[in-house]
């Protein structure tokens, strides 16, 4: 049996925001008592971010060989999703269509329909405020090139034009897309990885890992199973407008089958005539978005469901994604803004 050294468990994702997993020196380091599970740790460059697993085996006895192909295939499987779904990619089916569907109708691959079924599915479950056709507005304000400036009320009308998911056309038969609108084109940033890791997840299943906790930059969670420790693991959120480990956590979430994703807005900054813009729209306006929240985090059964769930409940505000949780009680949110330089929290759907 093999055991790795424990690492530091803190992972910026940008210095205004933090997610801490707290068992992780506790699954890296477990393997080193002789009752403990076989423990590895994985990290892989994809989508831009660095994926890391924490597998671990049924028992001390379980090949840590069996813990790295099963991790290596999940890894491929990543990758190969990637491949068809990035908007960075000149020949992946995503670009095609974005190049093509609004000339013509073009079929598609099963991943890239079943993420344009979701991202329909939160389209609609969330009044537009989930919406993979905003990619017009992050081109105009600047955020493909990290350069842009205010828009007039022109511009933004005109690419406002080009935004919306009720102008794409899917038929459930044949897997043909049509765009209504020339120049219309979909990012799945706000949803790809969460269903890469779900992707991820069922490989490893299938080869017999059901001990695990997985994520896509620390912003996207999945875990199953149990830790070496404890029923469940656990995630700290500390506010998104300090240093990590300087100031107490806003939220101690437990997660048991189940995944957790954040949305922070100063993650992803690009400087508009002289002021800096975070990257998350209201597709509805055009606008950035500026509600007082400063970070949402959404707990799901899927990382899909929670990738998409974080962007839209930091659009949607406090009062819509209570409204959203309360028809959705397998939906946990937490979203942080700031009052008088404090950091202020709300729970939802949590006991």
């Not at 992946?92 to 329909?120: G, K, Q, W, Y």
């Not at 084109?185 to 890992?209: C, N, S």
Request: proline share 7%.
């Amino acid at each position: 049996m093999r055991s790795f050294p424990p690492v530091h468990p803190v992972h910026p994702v940008h210095r205004r925001f933090c997610l801490i997993l707290l068992p992780l020196l506790l699954a890296l380091s477990a393997a080193a008592r002789a009752d403990s599970p076989t423990a590895l740790r994985m990290t892989h460059r994809a989508m831009g971010t660095e994926f890391e697993f924490v597998l671990l085996g049924d028992s001390p006895d379980t090949d840590i060989e069996l813990l790295r192909a099963a991790g290596q295939t999940a890894f491929e499987a990543i990758d190969a999703l990637e491949q068809r779904i990035s908007n960075w990619i000149p020949e992946s089916p995503v670009s095609v269509m974005n190049r093509l569907a609004s000339i013509e109708p073009v079929t598609v691959d099963h991943d890239v329909f079943e993420l344009l079924r979701l991202a329909r599915r939160f389209y609609e479950e969330t009044d537009g405020a989930f919406d993979v056709t905003v990619g017009p507005l992050l081109e105009l304000w600047g955020f493909y090139g990290k350069k842009g400036e205010t828009p007039t009320a022109e511009t933004l009308a005109k690419a406002r034009e080009k935004v919306g998911f009720n102008h794409v056309l899917m038929d459930l038969d044949t897997r043909q897309v049509r765009f209504e609108k020339p120049g219309m084109h979909v990012d799945f940033g706000g949803i790809g990885k969460g269903l890469a890791l779900d992707r991820a997840a069922e490989i490893l299943k299938q080869q017999g890992v059901n001990r695990f906790r997985i994520h896509g930059g620390t912003s996207t969670f999945v875990v199953c199973g149990a830790p070496p420790t404890g029923e469940n693991w656990t995630v700290d959120i500390y506010p998104p407008y300090n240093i990590c480990g300087g100031v107490s956590a806003v939220a101690e979430i437990a997660l048991s089958e189940e995944s957790l994703s954040t949305s922070a807005a100063a993650a992803n900054e690009v400087e508009v005539s002289g002021r800096k813009r975070g990257h998350i729209f209201d597709p509805r306006t055009g606008m950035p978005v500026d509600n007082g929240v400063l970070a949402a985090t959404a707990v799901a059964p899927t990382g899909a469901e929670s990738d998409a769930l974080s962007t839209a409940f930091f659009v949607m505000g406090l009062e819509k994604t209570r409204e959203y949780c309360g028809k959705h009680p397998s939906v946990r949110a937490v979203l942080s803004s700031e009052k008088d330089g404090a950091p202020v929290t709300a729970h939802i759907n949590f006991p």
